[in-house]
């Protein structure tokens, strides 16, 4: 039995209250409230409300599961401690006191929790598929599995609004360097998600803009600052580069980076660190304004599958890098899946957080529905699901899945999981 299981036992109060009429002092108790769970420091429970006697008492509630871990814990020599009406132990092996010396109503619970819940919680822990509830989630609702993709999906958006929110903060609650940044970080993949996110940060969006007609500068800066940039070449594209930079370079005070930052190991030459910086450069370019062409389009698929399909120029419809010979021309344009990919990690969580900060709830809405018309991703993660019988429809589906296997499946946190409270509650029948 853990602290965290015995909380969530009192707090879905999955024992037998009808077994709970005196406290270990003899005196006849009536749990009339059992409290709102603290998450901060402090007793368990606050604003609980007790029967004890004749006496109705509101407080604070303290859990232990030996009632020496008060004095363990030094209880008795804090303030927030001073105002428990109730501890709560499963193993009573102890008195307690309270800081004056007085007893502090205890009632044990070892004797009224249902042993099928103990049961259905350990074969939940002691499972070492990849769900713990991969042999059981059959025998949950259907409803209730939709319920907490739903609530993870939220959750998700929520977690990448806060990426954005300490983005605003960085840029003064600039909209557009936040969208530019955002984009950037997006097009480095997971791999160089943060290098691409630093780069973008090197080179401010309105030094870019200045340039925005003219993608021969725009790639001089990016690859410049990216350190990517050779210091010599005998190429003529390569050359007008390196001049451009360096003019660049001093007008704006641009500080170039580590190239090492940049992982080309084991990756398709297609999603290449200078491919996707040439990518980039093609997308400033054709696209000025961008954050509000976004906003125009959110509403269409199409328009913003559109709007992402940059061309990258010549030199690089030949080239995969710079010390690379000449190949035969390819378009190299974003494909579908990684312009999807842009959408749903980017475009989507940047539009419900900017409806949320302007309070406008449109924009919330047409994220939800982009991830609703767009196809599913596959990954393994994905697959864990499809092989109990939920295969995701679109996005929005696939999205909430992720979600739920790295922050609950993953670290075993069915407590908090609406699939596993509904299997420990039929445990506790």
């Excluded at 109705?56 to 401690?81: C, F, M, P, R």
């Excluded at 609004?161 to 969208?179: C, G, K, P, S, Y």
């Excluded at 990690?345 to 449109?362: M, W």
């Excluded at 996005?395 to 993953?410: D, E, R, T, V």
């Amino acid at each position: 039995m853990t602290e965290q299981l015995f909380q969530f036992i009192w707090q879905y109060k999955l024992f037998d209250i009808a077994a709970i009429q005196h406290t270990v002092q003899g005196e006849s108790i009536t749990i009339l409230s059992v409290g709102i769970l603290n998450t901060d420091e402090g007793p368990d429970f606050t604003n609980a409300k007790i029967k004890i006697g004749n006496t109705i008492w509101a407080g604070d509630v303290e859990l232990h599961i030996h009632a020496s871990d008060w004095i363990k814990h030094q209880h008795q020599t804090q303030d927030n401690y001073q105002k428990i009406i109730l501890h709560v132990v499963l193993h009573a092996d102890v008195a307690i006191q309270d800081h004056l010396g007085n007893a502090i109503a205890t009632i044990e619970l070892k004797n009224a929790i249902p042993p099928q819940f103990i049961a259905a919680y350990a074969t939940l822990m002691q499972n070492t598929q990849a769900l713990a509830c991969q042999t059981q989630i059959k025998n949950v609702r259907e409803i209730i599995v939709h319920q907490q993709l739903d609530r993870v999906l939220i959750e998700r958006l929520q977690i990448k609004a806060e990426r954005i929110q300490e983005l605003l903060a960085q840029t003064n609650n600039d909209w557009n360097e936040v969208f530019y940044i955002s984009i950037a970080r997006a097009f480095g993949s997971n791999v160089n998600a943060e290098t691409f996110q630093a780069l973008a940060t090197r080179i401010p969006l309105r030094i870019l803009a200045k340039h925005k007609n003219n993608v021969t500068q725009l790639e001089a800066m990016l690859f410049g600052v990216a350190g990517l940039l050779p210091q010599q070449s005998n190429d003529a594209y390569i050359k007008l580069l390196i001049q451009e930079f360096q003019l660049l370079k001093t007008k704006f005070s641009l500080v170039p980076m580590d190239a090492a930052r940049f992982k080309f190991l084991r990756m398709r030459p297609a999603n290449f660190p200078s491919i996707r910086i040439a990518q980039l450069a093609s997308l400033i370019h054709q696209a000025s304004a961008l954050m509000s062409k976004v906003l125009a389009a959110s509403s269409d698929l199409q328009k913003l599958e559109k709007l992402f399909d940059a061309q990258v120029s010549t030199f690089w419809q030949q080239h995969y890098t710079f010390a690379e010979e000449t190949h035969e021309q390819q378009t190299k344009s974003l494909g579908k899946a990684s312009i999807h990919g842009i959408i749903i990690n980017t475009v989507c969580p940047v539009l419900y957080q900017y409806g949320k900060y302007i309070g406008e709830q449109k924009y919330c809405e047409q994220a939800i529905n982009l991830l609703q018309q767009l196809p599913a991703e596959k990954n393994k993660f994905i697959t864990v699901f499809e092989q109990v019988g939920y295969t995701p429809k679109n996005a929005f589906q696939s999205q909430a899945m992720l979600q739920q296997f790295q922050f609950y499946c993953a670290p075993k946190k069915c407590l908090q999981c609406s699939i596993g409270f509904g299997l420990l509650k039929k445990g506790e029948k």
